[in-house]
């Protein structure tokens, strides 16, 4: 959860920046505000919050497909699909996603960004009713870091399997659009064991897998 002193400042900042009103506060601020509160209620990590797709530094033909799924929201909506985002690390997987679901907020939809560590940790709480609510009734929503290297044995590969599947494979039925970004090379290897079979089906009906390609990006930045 984004610290409220933090997101009080970034409203700050739009207002002090503002070309229009030069920091007197106007229309065009109070909307860019309320977008902000709509950003931190869906969780959406603010180091994303001011990126914009076109300024995409990874590979072109992942940043078509993205920027196509953000211009028609509506259709995506409607066909209600698991995409799910493979590649390694630093090019781009998560700022993709979480374009999407500015772009899905702006059109007034609801949505949610999540890890799943928290997705999992979520559930597995006292509290995990709430949150099935949520990823039930939520729009669109964002499962990031579906890594291998969470889950360092078997007995943890099937508890973490097992409720990531439940939760796909009800949005899936329910025609729930949900995005997952994994590390993972082979889609198909993220979980073993009996997860690894029901995946593969679950996938071959509902999810449609996108690579980003490219060089680690975060890599590049770091050399500078």
Partial sequence: MISLNRIEAEKKHIIKSCKSCKGLGCGICYKYC?????????????????????????????????????????????????????????????????????????????????????????????????????????????????????FPSPGSQQLYGNHFENVLRMRAQNKLPTIICTNSEDVSQIFGGEFEVSFASLRAQFVKVLRAGGKDARQSKEKL
Wanted: aromatic fraction near 14%; proline fraction near 2%.
């Fill in 34 to 150: 309320v977008f902000l509160d709509k950003l931190a209620e869906a969780e959406i990590p603010l180091d994303y919050w001011h990126r914009k797709m076109e300024d995409f530094y990874g590979e072109q033909n992942f940043k078509e497909v993205v920027l196509n799924y953000m211009n028609s929201i509506e259709k995506h909506f409607s066909r209600g699909l698991v995409h799910c985002f493979a590649g390694h690390r630093g090019t781009g997987k998560t700022m993709a996603a979480c374009s999407i679901l500015k772009a899905a907020i702006l059109k007034g939809y609801s949505a949610y960004y999540t890890t799943m560590v928290d997705s999992v940790s979520h559930l597995l709480s006292p509290a995990s009713y709430n949150y099935r609510d949520l990823v039930k009734k939520i729009d669109f929503l964002v499962i990031d870091e579906v890594d291998q290297r969470f």
